[in-house]
């Protein structure tokens, strides 16, 4: 699938020993990769702690109004269940409106591919016209929820964003 508008991206990984500089970042470069080769431009890739505050204030300053340089972020990690795991919370607090569907399809099709899918707390949503999506830490994970849901980003962007892109009439057509 190539995007026919170049979206623009921010990466976000959750890491405590990423960030120490202790784990190599494989997860955050395949997304990274994948989403290059379908056309996205990546605005920036960071690696932080698994640390809730940050994360709030990361994702309040990306999706400021007045700063918005992204048009989607994705965080990398911290789906799981250890006491550490805390994206999808800080995500829904930040949250105007949540989009369970994307989060529901890579659990339930995820697990047709790897059973650990389903355990997954991923959440998506939007802010200030920004679509967040948490993707789980580990690259297979990383890699395969994103293969799962890549080819609506594209159409969720321009209806998020207020741009027609035909997409319901070409489906139309197509039957």
Do not use: C
């Not at 623009?8 to 890491?15: A, D, E, P, Q, T």
């Not at 529901?104 to 059973?115: F, H, P, S, T, V």
């Amino acid at each position: 699938m190539s995007s026919k508008k170049k979206w623009r991206v921010y990466l976000i990984v959750l890491s405590d020993l990423g960030a120490q500089g202790k784990r190599e970042d494989t997860a955050g470069e395949s997304v990274k990769s994948m989403l290059k080769d379908n056309n996205f431009i990546i605005n920036d890739k960071i690696i932080i702690p698994d640390d809730f505050d940050s994360l709030v204030a990361i994702l309040k300053k990306e999706t400021d109004p007045d700063y918005v340089q992204s048009d989607v972020i994705f965080t990398i990690g911290g789906t799981g269940l250890s006491p550490r795991d805390i994206t999808p919370q800080a995500t829904k607090l930040i949250l105007d409106i949540e989009i369970p569907g994307l989060t529901e399809l890579m659990r339930i099709k995820g697990y047709e591919l790897n059973r650990l899918a389903i355990i997954s707390r991923s959440v998506a949503g939007i802010r200030n016209n920004v679509l967040i999506i948490n993707l789980p830490g580990s690259k297979r994970g990383a890699t395969e929820s994103l293969g799962l849901i890549i080819e609506q980003i594209d159409h969720l962007l321009n209806q998020i964003q207020n741009k027609d892109d035909n997409y319901h009439e070409n489906l139309k057509n197509e039957n």
